[in-house]
């Protein structure tokens, strides 16, 4: 089992990693911004698979509702970025404003939301 600041400095990497290629690899095109899909996901992907299995018990446990604020943050944020683009289905039609902006209340609420699940607080433990 991995420590919980191991799980907290993978999870806030990735998630600075998201954030570097929504505000640097990416065109300009009615508004918004296309970035290629196939990166998107590998960095997505990541991020979810970070979370260790304590998380995603309690959130399977308690949902949206629970103590666990990263859990709805994901949930929007892939609503941000996920938005096919009408011309070209290899890319994301991304709203980059809000996108960094979750992704920046994310990076400190999965911080918390991870030593939360490690607490005895939790109910995991």
């Known amino acids: 089992m991995l420590n919980p600041e191991e799980i907290i400095v993978t999870l806030q990497g990735y998630i600075k990693k998201l ?7 990416s ?13 998107i996901d590998d960095i997505l992907c990541c991020i979810e ?18 103590r ?8 929007q944020l892939n609503l ?6 009408f011309w070209n289905s290899n890319v994301y039609s991304v709203n980059v404003d809000e996108a960094l ?3 920046k209340t994310l990076q400190s609420s999965v911080s918390s939301d991870i030593r939360f ?3 005895s607080e939790s109910g995991m433990f």
Not at 19 to 25: A, E, L
Not at 49 to 66: I, L, N, T
Not at 68 to 75: C, E, G, H, T
Not at 80 to 85: P, R
């Open 19 to 25: 954030s570097n290629v929504i505000s640097s690899d």
């Open 101 to 103: 902006k979750i992704l």
């Open 80 to 85: 941000a970025i996920k938005n096919k683009c």
């Open 27 to 39: 065109t300009a095109f009615f508004g918004k911004k296309n970035i290629n899909k196939q990166r």
């Open 68 to 75: 666990v604020r990263s859990f709805n943050q994901m949930q």
């Open 117 to 119: 699940i490690f607490s």
């Open 49 to 66: 698979g970070s979370f260790p299995e304590e998380y995603r018990k309690y959130v399977k446990q308690h949902g949206g509702r629970g």
